[in-house]
């Protein structure tokens, strides 16, 4: 069943539907698919009766989202009630999604220190440029800053389900230029990386070590949560699930 989107709460009605979207991911399709079914037929049904009681759009609008704030527990234990009768009916496959979600923490944490790890660097870079005492725009400085953002690009890359395993593949090229151009801009900059630099007998040896070990657990995370076609899995729901409305 579609959204209504043409009714007079139709803001409400689609915030409420990407609720139900958030909350059903990861689940069986199908069930997720009669979820949607059934709040959006509660929606339509509660739109065209205060409609026909007079009501205006926005009391329409506060209705629907009021109710939906109070269902957001049964929701959420809803989806915890489906997530058990899941791991019960597919033990192997409950396994997997747990994995699924500690590669995908993972590397999203990565991409977002990476990111950081990147404005930290231009930030100096461009309070040190600000002081006079490097040249501004520097070969450098415009690599570090384009990785910067491909580094933005890979973090919001590595937050979809649907394109992780690409965002691991983009985040290697500003992975490997933010570690060593990074480390090396600083080392002219920083007091302390200018101190590590020269009081590690392997500095250079580490940097090494430590950009291609980073790309290797890319490369990992990109093999690991490359699309593959899962077997079908159908978990009707046949215990009483906790009331609600919307």
């Known amino acids: 069943m579609t959204a209504t989107v043409s009714s007079p709460a139709s803001r409400a009605v689609v915030a409420v539907l990407v609720w139900c979207d958030l909350y059903t991911r990861n689940l ?13 037929s509660d929606l ?5 009766w205060a409609r026909e009681q007079g009501h205006p759009a926005s009391t329409i609008s506060l209705a629907i989202v009021s109710r939906a704030m109070r269902g957001a527990g049964a929701d ?12 019960l009916a597919y033990p192997a496959y409950a396994r ?37 005492t490097i040249e501004p725009w520097s070969q450098t400085s415009a690599v570090l800053l384009a990785s910067t953002a491909l580094a933005a690009c890979g973090l919001v890359l590595v937050l979809r389900n649907k394109t992780r395993a690409l965002g ?65 899995r159908t978990v009707h729901s046949t215990t009483t699930e906790p009331e609600r409305t919307y």
């Open 28 to 40: 069986d399709s199908a069930i997720a698919e009669q979820r949607r079914d059934e709040i959006a």
């Open 168 to 232: 691991a593949l983009w985040l290697m090229a500003p992975t490997a230029l933010l570690i060593q151009a990074g480390l090396y801009q600083l080392y002219s900059i920083s007091v302390t990386v200018g101190w590590f630099t020269l009081a590690m007998r392997n500095w250079t040896f580490a940097v090494n070590l430590l950009t291609a070990g980073s790309l290797i657990v890319l490369l990992a995370a990109a093999i690991w949560a490359w699309p593959t076609r899962t077997p079908p």
């Open 76 to 87: 959420l234990s809803w989806r915890r009630a489906q997530q058990r009768r899941e791991a």
């Open 96 to 132: 997997q999604r747990r994995a699924n979600g500690a590669v995908s923490a993972a590397l999203a944490a990565f991409a977002f220190l990476l990111l950081a790890w990147g404005t930290y660097v231009t930030g100096r870079i461009s309070a040190t440029v600000a002081q006079g």
């Open 44 to 48: 339509y049904e509660h739109s065209v």
